[in-house]
């Protein structure tokens, strides 16, 4: 039986990359049933795009999320900066999938403010070319990783994180996250929203934050590389997806996939056709 959930919010899927974990996401999109789905940034990495590499296993992410706006889930693609191309066409609608730049929902009366948040990110704003080597350096790491833990699974060990070991040790990445909610928070209680929803840093959060303004719920998506989580808001209440508690099985590939398609001439069609 399919899980129904009133909202779903994930983030950060970068299909396109080798640190994808696309079989474990159409797992996880098999097992639910949302009224709403929100893909809030970075889902398709145009960044790092490339045709020779788009595997059968992150088409099916695309077939499923197509699926599940055919069989009446509402689904809103938020766009973000890997996938920052898609900004020229937004804001476009084709039956029951909407590309926008920002979203505010109304859930039980309280305000939702969603966006990726890479508007917060100096580095992308103004040198996106360090920002573009950054992510290569960052999916070469994760193939690394991948091998590493392989040999530390072999081996009986548990896995291990490179990356999350070398953002947790360097200062001012641990400061720029730090920063980075403060002011989505501060921010959304400016504005009187009650939660603000944010995906971009790959780091899955729910916090209260407070000021002498009042208050707000912080909420981040995390990713689909490392921690594999998503938002999920059920009943009034917010609950924090982590794919390896589930214990989902792994599903089949599905042979009849297409592997020839290309994000950015697809979105250009739609726009094309609206």
């Known amino acids: 039986m399919k899980r129904k959930v009133e909202l779903v919010i994930l983030s950060d899927v970068h299909l396109g990359t080798y640190g994808a974990h696309a079989k474990e996401l159409v797992n996880y999109l098999q097992s639910i049933k949302p009224k709403t789905l929100v893909l809030n940034g970075d889902i398709i990495d145009i960044w790092q795009f490339r045709k020779r590499y788009f595997p059968k296993s992150h088409l099916q992410v695309i ?3 197509i699926s599940l706006a055919a069989k009446g889930t509402k689904v809103y693609y938020i766009t973000g900066n890997h996938d920052e191309k898609l900004r020229k066409f937004s804001p476009v609608e084709l039956g029951n999938i909407a590309v926008i730049d920002k979203l505010v929902l109304n859930l039980d009366g309280k305000k939702a403010w969603i966006f990726h948040g890479d508007v917060f990110d100096a580095s992308i704003q ?11 350096g960052y999916d070469f ?8 833990n392989w040999c530390l699974v072999s081996l009986g060990r548990p896995k291990y994180s490179l990356s999350k070991k070398i953002k947790n040790s360097v200062k001012k990445a641990v400061s720029f996250v730090s920063n980075f909610e403060e002011t989505a ?3 959304a209680i400016e504005n009187k929203f009650d939660y603000v929803i944010c995906g971009h840093i790959h780091q899955p959060q729910m916090r209260k934050v407070e000021n002498g303004n009042g208050s707000c719920l912080y909420l981040n998506s995390g990713d689909w590389i490392e ?3 998503a938002l999920e808001y059920h009943n009034k209440t917010w609950s924090l997806m982590e794919y ?3 214990n989902l099985p792994i599903s089949k590939d599905d042979e009849s996939v297409n592997t020839e398609i290309d994000p950015v001439a697809l979105m ?4 094309m056709s609206t």
């Open 268 to 271: 250009a069609s739609i726009k």
């Open 126 to 136: 103004h040198t996106k070319w360090i920002a573009k080597l950054g992510g290569w």
């Open 63 to 65: 077939k499923k999320i």
């Open 141 to 148: 790491l994760i193939v690394l990783n991948s091998f590493i």
């Open 244 to 246: 390896e508690k589930q």
């Open 227 to 229: 921690n594999l989580t």
């Open 185 to 187: 928070a501060e921010l």
